[in-house]
């Protein structure tokens, strides 16, 4: 199973940039992150517009597709652990997260996603989301191998 986070924005170094890479970087499976980014100076919902169809642009064919969102499900890591263990188990080829910008995830965006995430009732970075991501997807990882890291 390959795993894509599709984000609107751009690393530039920096700390969140380290967390992302250190938590990516031990995962069992082989993560891909697609940073896109509109450059024309869009405004509210024609930006929303643009943005998914360049984060949709940015994921392969046939993809699970997770919106992460405010309005999503929260998930205990277990859970998320599980659901994860089960697209892996069904062999699904791609699970691809999308990280919407500043104004949040189109309609459009939340209506082809399979699944909405929620990472807490918190609204958070964009940029930071990567990294909160990005471990839980380590933690995920680590409840499936019974590796210690998860200590609940």
Do not use: C
């Not at 380290?18 to 992150?33: E, K, M, N, T, V």
């Not at 943005?51 to 992460?68: N, S």
């Not at 995830?105 to 991501?133: F, I, N, Y």
């Amino acid at each position: 199973m390959r795993l894509v986070i599709a984000s609107v924005g751009r690393f530039r170094g920096g700390p969140l940039q380290a967390i992302y890479s250190d938590y990516a970087g031990r995962l069992p499976w082989p993560i891909d992150l697609k940073e896109v980014e509109e450059k024309k100076p869009l405004k509210g919902e024609k930006r929303k517009v643009r943005e998914a169809a360049l984060l949709m642009d940015a994921v392969p064919d046939g993809a699970i597709l997770i919106a992460l969102d405010e309005k999503g499900k929260s998930m205990t890591s277990p859970e998320f652990a599980t659901m994860l263990g089960h697209y892996a188990d069904d062999g699904v080829p791609t699970v691809a997260f999308l990280i919407g910008g500043a104004d949040g995830h189109s309609q459009e965006t939340l209506t082809k996603a399979d699944r909405l995430l929620s990472l807490g009732p918190m609204t958070w970075p964009h940029l930071m989301v990567r990294g909160l991501l990005a471990e839980q997807l380590y933690r995920a990882s680590s409840i499936l191998a019974n590796h210690p890291y998860h200590r609940a």
